[in-house]
């Protein structure tokens, strides 16, 4: 069964850079596209940024388009997700998430979750 942790959060300055990491055990991510989310306090669940199975797709949210970057090791069986110019209004939990095959754009699609890893952006 397919296992999702994440890590590499922690606090950063506004302007700063994190590199969160997604790591699976219990199946190969071959299989699966892998999205990023993040939730703050009191809001709604969104997506960042998701990869397909085979690297081929990438996609964004406008607000992190330019400063995000998305990859993956599948020899690893990690995810990444590269964070420049962070900003004070993007403290939250940040989660992966694995759908079979191809991204998708609702949380409700992707099947399995990590435990969140807490990115605070402040000064």
């Known amino acids: 069964q397919l296992q999702l942790v994440e890590s590499g959060g922690g606090l950063v300055q506004p302007g700063g850079s994190l590199i969160l990491s997604c790591a699976a055990s219990?199946?190969?991510?071959?299989?699966?596209?892998i999205g990023w989310f993040r939730q703050a306090p009191g809001k709604e669940r969104e997506g960042v940024s998701c990869i397909s199975r085979s690297v081929a797709l990438t996609n964004y949210a406008d607000a992190v388009k330019g400063r995000f970057t998305i990859s993956r090791d599948n020899a690893k069986n990690t995810v990444y997700l590269q964070m420049n110019s962070l900003k004070p209004g993007e403290t939250a939990v940040y989660y992966c998430a694995a759908a079979l095959g191809t991204c998708h754009s609702a949380p409700q699609d992707f099947g399995t979750w990590g435990q969140g890893t807490q990115v605070t952006v402040s000064s």
């Open positions: 219990g199946s190969t991510l071959d299989d699966y596209a």
